[in-house]
């Protein structure tokens, strides 16, 4: 196959059931597909001599529609032998990789044996994308018009109550028209191509994935875009709901998730905690500004702070 350097020429075009290469006067330049250093150090154990790598494209993944290949990763190290010789040592691995359409790496594993490879391998998707391999190097070409579906690379945090704010990483997400936990549209903003935040759904329940919609679809489900909804605290009652204004009255607060209590508070003025369990906490109040002055009691776990509601009502006497 012709080629301009590093520049594919050709789109694919099928005609019945043949599949034909024709020129691309507007093909876009090639996308390097590697393992970067970090990657390639934590495969090999080993960096003295800097990483050298080989990378042959193998076409691409049929679920999440990356480019996917096989990457020879070597170093040498050199150290002193016997008598003052010297000798090097020579680290080497094959890994499996996946990486995005932007040729950021998703993913890569050792591979147990030496793959099958193809030096001079040219591949095109349904879209019109290309993958070549040249000079023990490989390539992506992105067809014309074709435009990725984003990539989410990670949430954080990755289990919280809803309402929380989530901070998403990835790539792709400029021109995002929506997200959404699981079935459930959140509110987002987009802080670059890399990264947005998104507001966990007040409703959610349970394990689910974060999707980003673009121009170019929805991001491919992965493992690392699951989110947990965790159970925030739920103040239910107060016995008595009120006490005198210098404080110290013994306050049994009822409710759901309490456990692990790490602050209860009166209206900001946090109370002394004396004991804490699933559905209770006793607390002895603290000093209130006045009476007459109702606060919102508030118990905080490691799980969230409990939203205010009438139930938590408190009146200073």
Known sequence: MVRR?????????????SLFATADPAAAMPISLTVPQGAAFAVLGHSCGGIQEKSYATGFAPVTGWPVGDVYLSTR?????????????TYSAWVGATWDFTGALVSDSQLGAVPLVDPTLVAFDAHGNEVFNQS????L????????????????????????AV????????????????????HFTVLSDSTMLATAPATGT?????????????????????????L??????LSPNEGTADGGTSVTITGLNLANATSVQFGGLSATITSDGPTTVTVASPAGPDSGVVVDVTVTTPLGTSALRPSDRYTYT
Not at 5 to 16: C, E, N
Not at 143 to 157: C, K, L, N, T
Not at 232 to 237: C, D, M, S
């Open 206 to 230: 349970g394990t689910v994935n974060v999707r980003v919609v673009n121009g170019g679809g929805v991001s491919p489900k992965v493992q690392a875009d699951q989110f947990t909804f965790t």
């Open 167 to 186: 901070t998403i990483t990835g790539t792709g997400f400029t021109g995002t028209t929506s997200v959404w936990f699981g079935p459930t549209p959140t």
């Open 77 to 89: 190290c050199g150290g002193s032998g016997r008598g003052g010789g010297y000798h090097t040592t």
């Open 141 to 164: 070409v992105l067809g014309a018009g074709f435009v990725a579906p984003a990539r989410v690379a990670g949430v954080s945090p990755a289990a919280a109550p809803g309402k929380t």
């Open 136 to 139: 023990n190097s490989a390539f």
């Open 5 to 17: 350097v590093l520049v594919s020429a050709f789109v694919a075009v099928v005609v019945g059931s």
């Open 232 to 237: 925030a605290p739920n103040v239910t009652g």
